[in-house]
């Protein structure tokens, strides 16, 4: 996806850490507003989705499943901590 343009390889490790940023901040407010089960589920099929980045024809569809993933990773990562404590 980026033989020929090398600069976009650090592009796909960044969108990743800026979904992560995403999905840490909401992933919270989700378990406060509708239940960690809920909130665990739903970051779950976000990752799962996000997971779907080796079917990316493009590399501006697979920009956007790192992203997701992203989301799904950090979020996951909030609501099973909170899960733990509580």
């Excluded at 406060?32 to 970051?43: N, P, Q, S, T």
């Excluded at 990752?47 to 501006?60: D, I, K, Q, Y």
């Amino acid at each position: 996806l980026v033989c020929g343009r090398s600069i976009l390889r650090g592009y796909i490790g960044s969108i990743f850490f800026v979904g992560f940023g995403i999905g840490s901040f909401g992933g919270g407010h989700m378990a406060d507003k509708v239940g960690r089960k809920r909130a665990l589920f739903a970051v779950h099929a976000i990752l799962c989705c996000g997971a779907l980045t080796f079917l990316a024809p493009s590399f501006e569809v697979y920009f956007l499943l790192r992203l997701v993933a992203g989301i799904g990773c950090g979020g996951g990562i909030v609501v099973g901590y909170i899960g733990s404590i509580f």
